[in-house]
Structures are given as structure tokens and as C-alpha cells.
């Protein structure tokens, strides 16, 4: 079974610019959240999705949105770039949004010059 | 506001030594408290979880102790390999399943 799939692997963009990050969550798995990872703030919770919407929200200003497709898969957008959004962006897949065993991908890490 | 505050930042420990990694959580909502491993490069992976009704759950080297009066639990791994050197992040989760991170510790097994 493919683990949960996360693209692009890497970006590189400059400050006010937009980028959309792709996550492709583990087969069967309706329930997708994001992270944001940085050294000096560990794991802070994005946003979670669940069949298309957005079921919990943490505490990021609205540049951060979200979206989820009808076949799980879901996209991370931020808008208007700044240097503090450089990070390791994580998605995670659970079977639903109470199932509380995540399975994280690899990330994508982007850096905002 | 930190909700589960994790320590230590960092731990050196000898192979064949235990590792301890403590957490502390606040809310008492939480019902649900898995430990995640992360090497470079990797997503965190989850190693082990416990559900506050019970004081200890072990799974091969890994033992997870939990005290819900103190709020507090830890990671313990018996006879620490090099290879488990790694990134340990607790987490606490209430019923609507979304999930508080702890900063991480980063340990080192030295052979």
C-alpha cells in the first residue's frame, strides 16, 4: 500500500509570491491535515479535511488555505509569501477525523528568499 | 499557548542505556497521547500511543508511562541503539481527533 504521497519535494520561492503544495493521502484515508515544522516551533496544526471539508483550523492567519478533492487528495495553499514561512509543510492521512493515528509524508520543504 | 510541553530538547545516551523522554499536557480533554519517531529527510512516524485509562503500555523496546493525575507522561526505550537516534515527538489528541505536538527531542545513540 503507498504510503501518503507529498509533491513537490522541494520549492524555492521569493517573498510575496504564492505556492500550492499537493498531498495525496493513503488509499482508503478520507481525513487529510496539514503541519507546519519548524526547529524553533516544532508541529504547529494548519488545517484538517474530511470529505471536502474543513472539519479544525489552527491558528495561522488567513494566507494559509486549503482545499480537499473529492478523491481525498487535497492541497495546501499559501499566498503572499513571507521569510517566516520557509518550513517543513507536512500532510497527514488518517481513515477518518476521528481516527487519530497519523501517517505523515515526507513533506515539502520550502524556502522563501 | 503551549498546550503539551515536552523535555528534553536533546539527550545524549550511551548504547545499551535508556532513554527517558518526558511530556506534560494541560487539557484535560486529551484522550488519546502517541509518541512519533522522525528521522532527516522523513515525515514523523508513529511508534507507539496510549489512552489514559491505563498506566503503561509496552511494545518491544518502547514503553510508554502515564500518569492522568499528574498529567504528565513518558517515552522510555530500553537498551538504546544507534539506530534509534531520532527526532521523538510526543502528541496529545482530544475526541475531535485534532492533534497538539510537543517541540521534539532530539537523541543521540552513541555506540
Known amino acids: 500500500k503507498a504510503g501518503v504521497t507529498q509533491t513537490p519535494r522541494y520549492l524555492i520561492k521569493t517573498r510575496g509570491q504564492q505556492v500550492t503544495l499537493s498531498c495525496s493521502p493513503i488509499?482508503?484515508?478520507?481525513?487529510v491535515s496539514w503541519y507546519q515544522q519548524t526547529p524553533g516551533q516544532g508541529l504547529q496544526f494548519l488545517f484538517e479535511?474530511?470529505?471536502?471539508?474543513?472539519?479544525n483550523k489552527g491558528n495561522f492567519p488567513g494566507r494559509f488555505s486549503g482545499r480537499q478533492f473529492s478523491n481525498s487528495r487535497s492541497e495546501m495553499n499559501v499566498s503572499t509569501l513571507e521569510l517566516g514561512d520557509s518550513a517543513l509543510y507536512l500532510c497527514?492521512?488518517?481513515?477518518?477525523?476521528?481516527?487519530?493515528?497519523?501517517?505523515f509524508g515526507s513533506g515539502t520543504q520550502l524556502s522563501v528568499l | 499557548q503551549q498546550q503539551v510541553k515536552q523535555s528534553p530538547q536533546s539527550l545524549i545516551v550511551q548504547k545499551g542505556g535508556i532513554s527517558i523522554i518526558n511530556c506534560a499536557y494541560e487539557?484535560?480533554?486529551?484522550?488519546?497521547f502517541p509518541w512519533y519517531q522522525q528521522f532527516p529527510g522523513k515525515g514523523p512516524a508513529l511508534l507507539i500511543a496510549?489512552?489514559?485509562?491505563?498506566s503503561e503500555k509496552k511494545e518491544g523496546r518502547f514503553t510508554i508511562s502515564f500518569n492522568k493525575s499528574a498529567k504528565q507522561f513518558s517515552l522510555h526505550i530500553m537498551d538504546s541503539q544507534p539506530g534509534d537516534s531520532a527526532t521523538y515527538f510526543c502528541?496529545?489528541?482530544?475526541?475531535?481527533?485534532?492533534?497538539?505536538f510537543g517541540d521534539g527531542t532530539t537523541l543521540t545513540v552513541k555506540p
Open positions: 497527514a492521512s488518517s481513515l477518518s477525523s476521528a481516527q487519530k493515528k497519523l501517517f
Open positions: 502528541a496529545a489528541n482530544t475526541n475531535a481527533g485534532k492533534s497538539t
Open positions: 496510549i489512552r489514559p485509562d491505563v
Open positions: 488509499s482508503g484515508h478520507r481525513s
Open positions: 487539557n484535560t480533554a486529551f484522550d488519546y
Open positions: 479535511y474530511f470529505s471536502e471539508t474543513q472539519r
